[in-house]
Nanobody
Framework: QAQLVESGGGLVQAGGSLRLSCAAS?????????MGWFRQAPGKEREFVAA????????YYTDSVKGRFAIFKEDVTRTVYLQMTNLKPEDTAVYFC???????????????WGQGTQVTVSS
């Protein structure tokens, strides 16, 4: 059964770092799915954070995380990572891993979602 499982969230002080992991099972990595991360803060809509094409090229980032976050994937371990540095309190949210198409655009489609992992940044 294909699924995505996130890990690596936690509580960190502002300026700190965290690395989120998303382990994919089933046929997700053998298919042409783009991989990405979205986040949802309390009372807000889920928003795009970062994505990478199924070939592993052309990472995309929302403006607020450019220069601080990096997305990369390892096909051998079928894992997608989100390295987050210089974290800010406004980064506090539940972070979700997703597989789909065109994740960085307005016509994105999602095939799979993970269950989410909480990231809390204290000031």
């Amino acid at each position: 059964q294909a699924q995505l499982v996130e890990s690596g969230g936690g509580l960190v002080q502002a300026g700190g770092s965290l690395r989120l992991s998303c382990a994919a099972s089933g046929n997700i990595f053998s298919s042409t799915y783009d991989m990405g991360w979205f986040r949802q803060a309390p009372g807000k809509e889920r928003e795009f954070v970062a994505a990478i094409s199924w070939r592993g090229r052309s990472p995309y980032y929302t403006d607020s995380v450019k220069g601080r976050f990096a997305i990369f994937k390892e096909d051998v371990t079928r894992t997608v990572y989100l390295q987050m540095t210089n974290l800010k309190p406004e980064d506090t949210a539940v972070y979700f891993c997703t597989a789909g198409s065109g994740l960085w655009g307005n016509r994105r489609t999602h095939a799979y979602w993970g269950q989410g992992t909480q990231v809390t940044v204290s000031s």
